[in-house]
């Protein structure tokens, strides 16, 4: 196959700032062949930038059209699963932004209509594609025994950044009645998921599927699954939480948080004995950003600390350029629907232990 023809849904911040700038830039491998998005005017002012004829307000329409090898799902997540599902009834390989769905019920869906479609779905787990990443997966095993490990997510609102860094058209032309169908599908989804629960569990939880299941994925992809939730907190409505994780013979802490500052604090750090492996994240939000692998390590009488850039392509990028090994060549995708299934049960856990 040579390019892949791709639909998008969803046409908002981070299609706008991420996605349709990187289809454009691999455009030796991507043709964006449709666009659609509940705004008219989206629809038509990234239809106009792009040089896109197929435009849709409806995703099972654009799903639909014939000549499509792939779609992205890039809306809002209350409505994942049914644009996923309908892209794979109709024989379309789907990138998924994350999280992929709000509840199990919904994954088994989509794993449903991927194998009766005969397609793949990939997950947007960007995280996992930076090349420092991968980096300190394949140095882990040099590590020994771990001693301990810490995931930390403390960023500004996304907005903050994007505001001064990029042009995001935001028109406000979604009728009342949409957006307070779009609350109600959320309340019930986030039910089916959790069961009954007040107003700061359910913010947790829609912050775990946000913002944390990067960390929860990353964690599982670099550690392994944890053997159980020790202990879970939220406050701030479930805006900032901390999780105590326990696996064989250490325990890893989550420690996260939304606020007003203007600054970008992820990482993931391994410690073993005598060396440390830190993954350092930037805003994906301005591209080419390096993601970096910081290790320490303690020599005899000597401490040494080194920090290491594969490259400046940024992690969204590798993850398309995966996609295309998926869509084009029949590759597995390194982050298929069954892998944010683990991070569904993992997050159920950690919702446990918070109402404990």
């Known amino acids: 196959m040579g390019r892949v023809k791709v639909g998008v849904i969803g046409l908002g911040e981070v299609a706008q700032v991420i996605h349709l700038p990187i289809l454009a830039a691999l455009s030796d491998r991507f043709e964006i062949a449709a666009v659609c998005d509940i705004s008219p005017t989206l629809v038509q002012v990234i239809g106009d930038r792009y040089g896109v004829a197929h435009r849709y307000d409806d995703p099972v329409a654009l799903t639909q059209q014939a000549d499509l090898d792939a779609v992205f799902v890039l809306n809002s997540d209350e409505y994942h699963a049914d644009s996923v599902v309908a892209a794979a009834y109709n024989h379309k390989h789907v990138l998924v932004e994350k999280p992929m769905c709000l509840n199990l019920n919904e994954a088994q869906a989509i794993i449903q209509a991927r194998d009766a479609g005969g397609v793949r779905v990939m997950v947007g787990y960007m995280r996992r594609f930076a090349p420092a990443f991968v980096q300190a997966k394949a140095m882990l095993p040099g590590l020994g025994a771990i001693r301990y490990a810490r995931i930390r997510d403390i960023i500004g609102r996304n907005r903050l950044i994007v505001d001064q860094s990029s042009v995001v058209l935001r028109p406000d032309d979604i009728p009342p009645e949409m957006q307070a169908e779009r609350a109600e599908r959320a309340v019930n989804l986030v039910e089916q998921a959790i069961g009954e629960a007040p107003p700061d569990i359910v913010g947790a939880y829609r912050f775990l599927l946000g913002l944390n299941s990067h960390d929860v994925s990353a964690m599982r992809d670099l550690l392994g699954a944890p053997q159980g939730v020790v202990s879970a907190r939220q406050w701030n409505g479930g805006r900032f939480l901390v999780v ?22 992820a990482h993931l750090e391994v410690y073993g004995q005598t060396t440390s492996l830190r993954v350092q994240y930037d805003s994906p939000y301005i591209r080419h950003l390096p993601t970096t692998l910081v290790v320490h390590e303690t020599r005899g009488e000597a401490y040494e600390e080194r920090v290491l850039r594969p ?17 084009a060549r029949g590759v597995e995708p390194r982050t298929p629907p069954e892998d944010f299934v683990e991070d569904l049960r993992i997050m159920r856990q950690i919702v446990d232990a918070m109402r404990a």
């Open 244 to 265: 105590v994780f326990q696996y064989e013979g250490y325990c890893a802490v989550l420690e996260s948080g939304v606020d007003e500052q203007i600054r970008f604090d």
């Open 311 to 327: 490259t400046f392509t940024d992690p969204y990028t590798h993850e398309i350029e995966h996609f295309y090994e998926v869509a």
